[in-house]
């Protein structure tokens, strides 16, 4: 049985520590999960097995202003996971569009959903790692190493993938779509 303090036992507190990250950081990491996998169910699992490896190595987390990239990273290694085996490669596809929003607000209006809506499609049409690269650049605002630290790559291979991905999604968004358009 662990060391017994004032505070409880150090179990009582790692218990305690974690589930505080829990409660603030849950909601903004299944969103990051959503879109690198683009399907909500598949990010819930993925998030719920990459919160269960962390608790697994909270102990280990030395840096607790780096816990959500510790997370990011775990979520990335198991998404490739995922890509690698061949049962998912398979594409399904539904005339059923999932209930829900990855953060809805209630204060924007339709257009503007419908827009983010169309170009959501839009870059869920990028292969999977460069979907990836786009969605933690940009979305999760990281940088280009950590990027790259994250998804286990180059900081050269998240500028090059990067690079790609913006031309092909320059490619694919129709001008009604662009920046500055009013739907």
Request: glycine share 4%; hydrophobic share 40%; with cysteine.
């Given at each position: 049985?662990?060391?017994?303090?004032?505070?409880?036992t150090r179990?009582?507190r790692?218990?305690?520590?974690?589930?505080?990250?829990?409660t603030?950081?849950q909601?903004a990491?299944?969103r990051?999960?959503?879109?690198?996998?683009?399907?909500?169910?598949?990010?819930?699992?993925?998030?719920q097995?990459s919160?269960?490896?962390?608790y697994l190595?909270?102990d280990?987390?030395?840096d607790?202003?780096a816990?959500?990239?510790?997370?990011?990273?775990?979520?990335?290694?198991?998404?490739?996971s995922?890509?690698?085996?061949p049962?998912?490669?398979r594409?399904?596809s539904?005339d059923?569009?999932?209930?829900?929003e990855?953060h809805p607000?209630?204060h924007?209006?339709?257009?503007r959903?419908?827009?983010?809506g169309?170009?959501?499609?839009?870059?869920?049409?990028?292969p999977?790692?460069?979907?990836?690269?786009?969605?933690?650049?940009?979305?999760?605002q990281?940088?280009?190493a950590?990027?790259a630290?994250?998804?286990?790559?180059?900081?050269g291979?998240?500028?090059?993938?990067?690079?790609?991905?913006?031309?092909a999604?320059?490619?694919?968004v129709?001008?009604?779509?662009h920046p500055?358009?009013?739907?």
């Open positions: 049985m662990g060391a017994v303090t004032g505070r409880g179990a009582e790692r218990d305690a520590d974690f589930t505080d990250y829990l603030a950081r909601p990491l299944l990051t999960a959503y879109l690198l996998t683009g399907d909500r169910h598949q990010a819930e699992d993925i998030l097995t919160l269960a490896k962390l190595a909270w280990k987390v030395a607790r202003n816990t959500d990239a510790y997370v990011r990273r775990i979520m990335v290694n198991e998404i490739n995922l890509w690698r085996r049962w998912k490669r594409e399904h539904t059923v569009i999932p209930e829900g990855p607000d209630a924007v209006d339709a257009s959903r419908e827009r983010d169309a170009l959501w499609e839009i870059v869920q049409s990028l999977p790692k460069a979907r990836a690269v786009v969605v933690l650049r940009y979305y999760e990281m940088s280009e950590e990027t630290d994250a998804l286990g790559i180059s900081v291979t998240v500028k090059s993938q990067c690079s790609r991905a913006i031309a999604l320059r490619d694919r129709p001008a009604d779509l500055g358009q009013e739907s």
